[in-house]
C-alpha cells in the first residue's frame, strides 16, 4: 500500500504553523483590545490622586497595538507631569503600576486559555 500526499508534509506542516501563528496573533490582539478600554476605566476609578483640574485622570490611556510579531498593549498618562505622579513620592500617586498589578494576572489567564 502506498500512501499518496495531495500536499506534503515538508510543505503541510509550515503552513500548518504559519496559520496557527497568525490565528494566535489575531487572538492576542483581540483580547488585549478587549482589555485597553477595561484598563483605561480602571484607572481613572482608581488614580489615588485628589483632582485639582481633572486633566491628569481624564487623559489616562490605554491601547492596543498590532505589529508584525508582537501585540502590545499600552498605557499612560496624557499630561506632562505623568511621571511624576507615577514616580514621585514613593509611587503613592501611580496608577500605572497598579492598573498593572491588578489586569496582569488576569490577561496571562485569558492568553493561556487561548492556547489551552
Not at 14 to 35: I, K
Amino acid at each position: 500500500m502506498a500512501i499518496t500526499w495531495d500536499n506534503p508534509p515538508s510543505t503541510a506542516v509550515p503552513e500548518m504553523v504559519d496559520t496557527y501563528r497568525a490565528r494566535l496573533h489575531r487572538a492576542l490582539f483581540l483580547l488585549a483590545v478587549s482589555y485597553a478600554p477595561r484598563i483605561e476605566t480602571w484607572m481613572k476609578q482608581n488614580a489615588p490622586w485628589t483632582d485639582r483640574t481633572g486633566n491628569a485622570r481624564q487623559t489616562l490611556w490605554a491601547e492596543a497595538f498590532d505589529f508584525a510579531d508582537v501585540v502590545v498593549l499600552a498605557f499612560g498618562h496624557g499630561v506632562s507631569y505623568g511621571t511624576f505622579l507615577e514616580l514621585a513620592n514613593q509611587g503613592r500617586y501611580s496608577v500605572i503600576f497598579p492598573a498593572i498589578d491588578h489586569f496582569a494576572p488576569k490577561i496571562w489567564a485569558d492568553a493561556k486559555r487561548l492556547l489551552g
